[in-house]
């Protein structure tokens, strides 16, 4: 992919200082030209498919970011209120944090625009919405600093420490609000994946703070291989509205990519110390 691209950032890494490259770089379990395609089921049924995308790296005022592009599509009977959306995000990889992203959305009759500005300086959030009947909105929301979308957070999750016990905090936004997701990693079993076969893996759970109808009603569940990788190859969630599933069915891996390790999200000490009490 842009492979133009990816020769002038390889040239750019072996610009920086000496003092960064003393201190070593650390690989992500993320890259370039990463693909995965997951199954959703509900209630015993396809109800449809999310695709992912980890774009070229891109440099800008001394900052990396790629972009992630997720599309979710409905199938089957549940057509009947159709689902088209595509969302577009920026994640910084140094810093592992969301930048912005844009979501085109086309659900049942509703079509709209969105665009969110993350400002992490400042700690807000700059929304812009777009809908071809009525007048285009315009909110700047609070926000913590270093949050993530729903996209960067895919990504980022992977990228904490995976062994038994341990627990990590990502602070989290969406258009409505934020919360703080926590993580706790389960001890190593293994698991039949359709994508990839017979894998050892972590089950990790998950607790967010979705409202509305994505309200959780207990923690989700989230199958990574245990690997470098860290793909996560089958989630399940108990939602109001019932219970997701989704099977990953298509993996393609991207090219290497690090960052350097001073940056790294340390798992969140607090968390452990809960997990470990109860």
């Known amino acids: 992919m842009r492979s133009g691209a990816r020769a002038l950032l390889c040239a750019a890494l072996w610009l920086l200082p000496a003092l960064a490259r003393a201190q070593g770089a650390c690989a992500l379990p993320f890259g370039p030209g990463e693909h995965l395609v997951y199954r959703i089921e509900y209630v015993g049924l396809t109800a449809g498919t999310v695709d992912i995308t980890v774009g070229t790296v891109k440099g800008r005022e001394g900052r990396r970011s790629v972009s992630v592009v997720a599309t979710a599509e409905t199938r089957s009977a549940f057509r009947i209120f159709p689902v088209h959306d595509k969302l577009v995000s920026e994640l910084d990889v140094d810093a592992l ?3 912005g992203d844009v979501l085109d959305g086309h659900e049942g009759t ?3 625009r969105q665009r969110m500005g993350f400002h992490h300086q400042e700690g807000t959030l700059q929304i812009h919405r777009v809908h071809p009947d009525a007048p285009p909105e315009a909110l700047t929301l609070p926000m913590a600093k270093g949050a993530l979308d729903v996209a960067g957070l895919f990504l980022v999750a992977r990228a904490q420490t995976f ?9 989290v936004t969406t258009d409505t609000h934020g919360f703080t997701l926590r993580g706790t990693v389960g001890a190593p079993e293994s698991f039949d994946s359709e994508a990839l076969g017979r894998r050892p893996v972590y089950r990790t759970e998950l ?3 979705f409202g509305g ?7 989700m569940e989230v199958l990574y291989t245990r690997d470098p990788r860290h793909v996560p190859v089958w989630a399940r969630a108990g939602f109001a509205l019932g219970s997701i599933t989704a099977v990953l069915v298509s993996y393609q891996p991207g090219a290497e990519l690090s960052r350097a390790c001073q940056a790294s999200r340390a798992p969140d000490a607090g968390a452990r110390g809960a997990a470990a009490a109860k």
Do not use: F, H, I, V
């Open 207 to 209: 607790l967010a703070g």
């Open 97 to 99: 944090r969301t930048t």
């Open 213 to 219: 109808k994505l309200s959780t009603a207990k923690a």
């Open 163 to 171: 062994e038994p016990g341990a627990s990590y905090t990502l602070p």
């Open 110 to 112: 509703r079509r709209w």
